[in-house]
């Protein structure tokens, strides 16, 4: 579903603030792998994910998504093949708009006729069975504002509307980071359901290495925009925070800082 070949991506090059943030990175997801990504401040992941999303070109290497060759597609072509979600929850979502009228606009992503007003009966349906599963009590409040939702609230809202239209991948960048830690568990359990339900491919950078553990499939961790690290399947099962640490430790030579939310 995403094929990385060999890319490397340098900001700022032959300038003071030179800065080789991805080093040669191979990746390749299976339809249906849900990759949590790991691995130090500034060791590339956000990158590697705007990389994909097409936020600039990569200086080498090729970026295939679904055998399509992107590598030289602008970032608004790509992002018909995408769903994106960040750390911010007020980024993801309109907040002077309802949430009814957020998951239209959501709904008519890439149509032409996207100005058509109003929304069908059966549009409100199809919004109030998908609000009704995340447990919110959403699927009440359709004429609601954005605004007034809480953080919590508004991620998950940003995640619908980000798998609306099933993706080819699902690409969350921190996206539980900035809730408190009871939101950020329910919020990833609404990620793991929805994932799981549509069968979509994911790339899901976490801070929280129980968090890594925890949810997906497969796991890598980064250090010096390189992979250093690639576990999936049973052996990922069976991973430990402690294992991580010492894998880091091992494979880059450094210690993890002693960030708490680093180690969960
Ligand atoms: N647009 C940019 N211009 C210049 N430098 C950048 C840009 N984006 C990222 N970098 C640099 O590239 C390196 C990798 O950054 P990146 O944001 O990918 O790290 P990260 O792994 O996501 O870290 P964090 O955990 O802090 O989010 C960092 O040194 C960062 O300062
Ligand atoms: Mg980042």
């Avoid at 990385?4 to 991506?9: A, E, H, Q, T």
């Avoid at 939702?149 to 960048?173: E, Y």
């Avoid at 890598?220 to 052996?235: N, Q, T, V």
Wanted: net charge neutral; hydrophobic share 40%.
């Amino acid at each position: 579903m995403l094929e990385l070949k060999n890319i490397y991506k340098t900001f700022n090059p032959g300038t003071i603030n030179e800065k080789v943030a991805l080093n040669g990175v191979s990746l390749s997801l299976n339809d249906g792998d849900f990759v949590t990504v790991i691995g130090g401040n500034g060791a590339g992941k956000s990158t590697l994910l705007n990389a994909v999303a097409g936020t600039w070109f990569v200086d080498e290497g090729s970026i295939l998504i679904d055998e399509n060759d992107v590598t030289k597609l602008p970032e608004h072509k790509r992002a018909v093949y995408l769903g994106r979600v960040f750390q911010d929850p007020m980024t993801g979502t309109a907040a002077t708009m309802e949430i009814q009228e957020n998951l239209a606009l959501a709904k008519r992503r890439g149509n032409r006729r996207s100005l058509r007003p109003g929304i069908t009966k059966q549009e409100r349906e199809e919004y109030v069975s998908l609000l009704a599963s995340l447990g919110l009590g959403l699927e009440n409040r359709l004429t609601s504002k954005v605004g007034l939702l809480s953080g919590g609230q508004r991620q998950a809202l940003t995640l619908l509307m980000a798998t609306l239209k099933k993706p080819k991948l699902l690409l969350l960048d921190e996206h539980t980071a900035a809730l408190d830690p009871k939101t950020a568990a329910k919020v990833l359990s609404i990620t793991d359901q929805i994932v799981n339900r549509d069968h979509l491919t994911t790339l899901m950078i976490t801070h929280n290495m129980r968090d890594a553990i925890l949810h997906g499939n497969r796991l890598i961790m980064m250090s010096e925009g390189k992979i250093i690290l690639d576990i999936s399947g049973e052996e990922k099962k069976k991973l430990t925070v402690k294992d991580l640490l010492e894998q880091f430790e091992k494979v880059s030579g450094e210690e993890f800082a002693n960030d708490q939310a680093l180690l969960g």
